[in-house]
């Protein structure tokens, strides 16, 4: 199976699990090694369940299964739990917090949160406001991860969120944004106009969550531009399962293409449906992506990010890799950062993260 093609074993058995029933030993040893290195393994098993396949696993795996749905369980727990303290810690603000990503996905009971597995939780609020967010966080325990001056300026000037904020007791890590891409992004979105269209989390007063649009372009943004890919693959799922999730709904697809050209994220849509759709057989439209081709690359570029995309976008394994995966992970790197700050200060943060060469890698990206 060739890298290039968008096929690995973990992508196949995502579309077609009754197809992983007549694989061998290493096959499914495979399988299970590609999944835990994108963060799927929870969400591979979810596909036989659904499928009524489990009780056809053979039993190894289904041991392995067995035991990431306890962690899957407890991650859920502890989520909600973290939620209820940050939205205790920000009640009296009176400003709007919206959940990102997956602690959205749980807290408003989306399919996109099944088996899904966590590392932190992300917030929006209004950038008015982010200074007394930060101190009522900082009040209950959270605090800053980086200190070095120039990781604070890189943040606070440039990018769309504040450093990290870790929990002093707890360890847990909250991110706190004030819009979805970078200040300095060659593409702007007015975070306004995300903050107008949110929708309430039923029985959390103040807590939000993007309108579904939104959560779609959220997602795409945050796989498309932000540069990294070890966990490529697990943001794609979460696109297929919004988009699955949403699709049936009445004029979502129009206006989905719609919003994404109000934001000037149109590309970035583009791309988001194209890939799913190749690798994980998303139901996208075909109208969908015709009514794109006006923001799509021309054939040239094209074929070029396929070939860049469709290696990136698979698991972080050997087995899933060809000659080219790396260098093409390398250059979706280097695109990220060439879309996120102008060239100058680009060239500049590059310079100031090798010189600095920190040993826990704490210099943002």
Known sequence: MSASSGISLLSRALVDPAACLLWDVRDWETLLQQARRANLLARLALGFERAGLLSQVPAGPRRHFDSVQKVVDSQERAVRWEVGQIAHALHDLGAPVLLLKGAAYVMAGLPAAQNRLFADVDILVPRPQLEAVEYALQAEGWQNVHHDAYDQRYYREWMHEIPPMRHQRRDT???????????????????????????????????????????????????????????????????????????????????????????????????????????????????????????APDTATLAWMDGLFLRALQPDHPSSEDAWTGAARRLLYLRAHWMRMPLGLLIRHLATKALRREPEDAAPV
């Open 173 to 295: 890590v909250i991110d706190v944004h004030h819009n979805i891409l970078p200040l300095t992004s060659r593409l702007a979105v007015d975070a306004k106009l995300l903050l107008a269209q949110a929708v309430p989390i039923a029985g959390w007063p103040g807590l939000y969550r993007l309108d579904d649009v939104d959560l779609v372009l959220h997602s795409a943004c945050h796989l498309f531009l932000d540069g990294e890919f070890d966990k490529g693959l697990r943001d794609l799922v979460d696109l297929d399962a919004l988009l699955r999730h949403f699709g049936g709904q009445l004029n979502f697809w129009g206006d989905l293409q719609a919003r994404a050209r109000a934001l000037g994220l149109g590309r970035v849509l583009f791309y988001a449906l194209r890939y799913s759709a190749k690798i994980l057989q998303t139901p996208v439209p075909r109208e969908a992506l015709r009514s794109l081709r006006d923001v």
